[in-house]
């Protein structure tokens, strides 16, 4: 395929206009200073007075260098989800930044919902603050607790499978999935990029991966975002992707860019649905990838102790360290506080003003309020066939010759055959569905599988609900997102 043939093009997406693009950056400047906030504060929480020693937290703990980047996708998302009424979900694979989906769930009012003790006013947003990596407070990664999370960020490497699990099954859904950089470089998520291979357009959602490259890790470069561009664009062609770049620092322009990526995505996403649901299936459809570069640590410090920061490794966690004992570090801290304008985001209650709640969507719609990401609200019994039709005659004990597996393979079949409606049951495995003696299972669905096929293949079916690769954290992955977005499922391997 062509260069030109693997081209997404943007000619009907001029982008949002001024007034637009303006509160998509207050909703952005709100969640930025929220997850800084949330860093360093237990007091003080609108900085209605100078920042002193005693409102910073005695041991600082988080991650600022992710935030700003995963904010930003998140006031994008609210922006579709919102103007096209969609249902989506989002897997945040930089789960460290923690600060960020906690801030933004606040904003949207999800977390209030969900723990009332944290009001969205100044009042809840000091708690907001202090419980964060904070004793009896909340951890510092994206957890379960955390409002629409599915995905907890300490592990690195299931994004991307976790998103694909959640959409399969689940025709009307969206799911962003944010690809850190340094998670790239984890043998889980390089596995999982082939996914896309599995994904049926007419029985299945979208995943849309943001492959955000900020640059660093805690320490080092990051191997992606060192790639010339032409090299990362043939590796992510070569995974089956039309490619979208987004790249800036400054925050305006990144917005009005961003904001055409996702249209651009979104609609190349509706015509690959509408084209397999209405026509049929010819060809393995190349989905959209977005590759999101801006500085790490975008907005903060950028510059510490005489040493370069934003966008730099050293903004991966505590830009400045010694706040409560360097008078320097303390000023830094109160003046990139106040560079986000916080009395135009919060009225003198501490509540988001209107701008700033402008692209915000309502009800379920929220990312932190969908109910995919808490699969309990979703979760159907499963109708599971009445074990007597696969009994196994024993006249005398030693008499008989009986695979178990086997046997389990035409309970499997019955159970396929009982879900093909409701299609919220998948035998996932390691290429080990026959050779684990499951094969009657075929009876009733065949493998999962999009790519080329020849005709000496059996049993490669385009609906199919058998999922096999050879990775075992994609397998994994892929069943964990199904079952936490409430469908049931099985692991042989």
Same mark, same amino acid.
């Given at each position: 395929m062509s260069q030109a043939e693997h081209e997404v093009r943007t000619d009907g997406n001029r982008g949002p206009g001024d007034a637009e693009v303006a509160a998509l950056d207050a909703h952005w400047r709100a969640a930025n200073y929220l997850a800084v906030g949330q860093i360093y504060l237990m007091g003080n929480p609108l900085l209605t007075e100078p920042l002193r020693p005693e409102h910073i937290k005695p041991r600082l703990l988080g991650h600022w260098g992710t935030s700003p980047g995963l904010n930003l996708v998140y006031t994008h998302l609210n922006r579709v989800i919102k103007q096209r009424g969609i249902e989506a979900l989002c897997v945040w694979g930089p789960g460290h930044g923690g600060p960020a989906v906690l801030a933004n769930s606040w904003l949207e009012g999800s977390y209030s919902e969900t723990y009332p003790d944290v009001t969205r006013d &100044?009042?809840?947003?000091e708690r907001l603050f202090r419980q964060f990596s904070f004793p009896g407070g909340v951890p510092s990664h994206v957890a379960p607790e955390t409002p629409g999370s599915i995905h907890e960020g300490g592990e690195l490497g299931y994004s991307l499978s976790h998103a694909y699990g959640a959409a399969f099954d689940r025709p009307e859904l969206l799911v962003a999935c944010v690809v850190g950089d340094g998670e790239a470089e984890t043998g889980p998520l390089a596995a999982s990029w082939h996914s896309n291979k599995f994904l049926d357009p007419v029985r299945d959602g979208a995943v849309l991966p943001i492959l955000h490259l900020n640059g660093y890790k805690i320490a080092n470069p990051t191997v992606l975002a060192r790639l010339p561009e032409h090299e990362l664009d043939r590796l992510l062609h070569g995974y089956g992707h039309h490619v979208l770049h987004v790249t800036g620092d400054d925050p305006m322009t990144v917005h009005r860019a961003m904001a055409v990526a996702m249209d651009t995505a979104l609609d190349h996403i509706a015509a690959i649905r509408r084209t397999a649901r209405e026509e049929g299936i010819a060809d393995r459809p190349s989905w959209p990838v977005i590759v999101l570069r801006t500085p790490k640590g975008w907005t903060g410090p950028g510059e510490v102790d005489? !040493? =370069?920061v934003e966008g730099t490794w050293r /903004? *991966?966690? %505590? =830009?400045? /360290?010694?706040v409560r004992d360097s008078p320097d570090h303390l000023r830094q801290l109160e003046a990139?506080? $106040?560079?986000? $304008? =916080?009395e135009e985001l919060f009225d003198e209650r501490g509540r988001p003003r209107p701008d700033v709640l402008a692209w915000v969507p309502e009800g379920v719609r929220r990312l932190g309020s969908t109910p995919y990401a808490n699969g309990g609200l979703l979760l159907r019994d499963l109708p599971v066939p009445p074990l007597e039709r *696969? &009994? %196994? &005659?024993v006249d005398r004990p030693g008499a008989g010759r009986h695979e178990p597996t086997a046997v389990l393979g035409g309970l499997l079949a019955d159970v396929m055959e009982a879900t093909s409606d409701r299609r919220d049951f998948r035998l996932v495995g390691p290429?080990?569905? &026959? /050779?684990? $003696? !499951?094969q009657a299972v075929y009876g009733a669905t065949g493998k999962a599988w999009q790519a080329g096929t020849l005709p000496t293949d059996e049993h490669l079916d385009r609906h199919g609900r058998v999922m096999e690769i050879l990775s075992e954290h994609t397998c994994q992955g892929w069943l964990e997102g199904y079952l936490l977005t409430g469908r049931h499922g099985l692991f042989s391997c």
């Open positions: &100044a009042d809840g947003m005489g !040493l =370069p /903004s *991966h966690q %505590v =830009p400045l /360290s010694g990139w506080l $106040r560079s986000y $304008r =916080p *696969h &009994a %196994v &005659a290429d080990e569905t &026959a /050779s684990n $003696r !499951l």
